[in-house]
C-alpha cells in the first residue's frame, strides 16, 4: 500500500469511537487502533531520541543505521537499508552525509561493482558507545510504574503481532 494510501486508512479508522458493528479488539475505549498507538509511541520516542542526539548532531534516521551496523557490523548497502527499513534510494544521501562525517565508510564489493559494502568507522561506534547507554536510560525511564510481569505479556504481544504481519507480508520485507 503507498505511503499516502496508508495514511489515509489511518485517518478513516481514528478519532472514532468503535462502531457497534466493528470488532471491539481492534479499537480502544477512544477509537485507536494498534497500528495508531504503535505510530503515536514511535512519534514520542523518536521526538525523545532527537533530543539526546541533538548534542551529536545526528538524526534518528542516521541512528538506525548506526546502531544496525554496530550491532551486525559490516554488510552490503541494500541489506542495510532492508534492515533499517528504509528505501535503498534513501539510504543513498544518508550514507553520503555519514560517510563525509566520518561515521561510516563505503566500499566497493570486489566482486560486483554496482554493489557497496557499509561498516562503522571509529567515530560512528564512538558515538554509538557514547549515546547507546543514554536513549537506553530513556527507554528504561519510559516504563517506569509498568510491572515486569505486564512488560513480559507486552513483549509476548508484540513478537506475536509481529509474527502474524510477517506471514501475511510472506517475507518480503527484513526489519530489525
Do not use: C
Request: aromatic share 6%; hydrophobic share 35%.
Amino acid at each position: 500500500m503507498s505511503k499516502l494510501g496508508s495514511n489515509a486508512m489511518h485517518d478513516a479508522l481514528e478519532g472514532l469511537e468503535a462502531p457497534s458493528n466493528q470488532r471491539s479488539d481492534v479499537f480502544d475505549d477512544r477509537g485507536r487502533t494498534v497500528p495508531w498507538m504503535a505510530r503515536t509511541i514511535y512519534r514520542l520516542y523518536d521526538a525523545q531520541g532527537q533530543k539526546l542526539l541533538d548534542r551529536e548532531g545526528v538524526s534518528v534516521a542516521h541512528w538506525f543505521y548506526l546502531r544496525v551496523l554496530a550491532e551486525r557490523g559490516e554488510m552490503n548497502q541494500l541489506e542495510l537499508s532492508k534492515r533499517v527499513g528504509i528505501a535503498s534510494t534513501t539510504a543513498v544521501p544518508a550514507l553520503d552525509s555519514m560517510e563525509k562525517r566520518n561515521l561510516v565508510r563505503r566500499t566497493r564489493d570486489p566482486k560486483d561493482r554496482r554493489k557497496y559494502y557499509v561498516s562503522l568507522q571509529d567515530e560512528g561506534r564512538r558515538l554509538v558507545d557514547e549515546m547507546l547507554p543514554e536513549l537506553t536510560e530513556m527507554i528504561s525511564t519510559s516504563l517506569e510504574g509498568i510491572s515486569a510481569k505486564d512488560l513480559r505479556v507486552f513483549w509476548k504481544v508484540m513478537h506475536g503481532i509481529e509474527d502474524n504481519l510477517t506471514q501475511m507480508s510472506q517475507g518480503d520485507s527484513v526489519i530489525d
